[in-house]
């Protein structure tokens, strides 16, 4: 796997989504802390690059692959806003700003080629997970094929 790979999407994110106070490759920091809050900014983004599927393009020796590239972001927010319908207009104006940054790094991401690609990012989910820490967190995974 390549470096570039986390670089180039470090470099996207940072660039087109400026409301992301935090990018970082993960590295357990939502899981992993013993103070009242993770070491991150809010709302952060955090990467996992893994290659899940090869296929050599030869059957001699040291050939090329491609690759299946996954990039799972695992973005978090701990604004603590509700969506209920109870909740005052202003609350749930906040927590909707959620949906905004979720759909922003989704439109720059899809469809983004790179050098050494096949295929572009396609994103393949966009899941919520079950917290009891206050946080809300998403897992947004995206797939493209390259050649190595």
């Given at each position: 796997?390549?470096?570039?790979?986390?670089?180039?999407?470090?470099e996207l994110l940072e660039t087109e989504v400026p409301e992301l106070r935090w990018i970082d490759a993960d590295e357990g920091?939502?899981?992993?802390?013993?103070?009242?809050?993770?070491?991150?900014a809010w709302p952060c983004c955090l990467v996992d690059l893994s290659i899940p599927d090869t296929r050599d393009l030869s059957s001699m020796?040291?050939?090329?692959?491609r690759c299946t590239l996954r990039a799972v972001l695992t973005i978090a927010f701990n604004d603590c806003?509700?969506?209920n319908t109870h909740t005052p207009e202003s609350v749930r104006e906040t927590a909707l700003k959620r949906f905004d940054l979720l759909e922003k790094i989704k439109q720059?991401?899809?469809?983004?080629?790179?050098?050494?690609?096949?295929?572009?990012?396609?994103?393949r989910s966009c899941v919520p997970q079950k917290r009891e820490d206050g946080m809300k967190v998403y897992e947004m995974v995206f797939e493209a094929a390259v050649i190595e």
């Open positions: 796997m390549k470096k570039e790979y986390l670089i180039n999407l470090f920091q939502l899981d992993y802390y013993t103070d009242e809050r993770p070491p991150v020796g040291t050939v090329p692959q806003a509700s969506l720059s991401i899809h469809g983004q080629w790179f050098d050494h690609f096949q295929q572009p990012y396609m994103r």
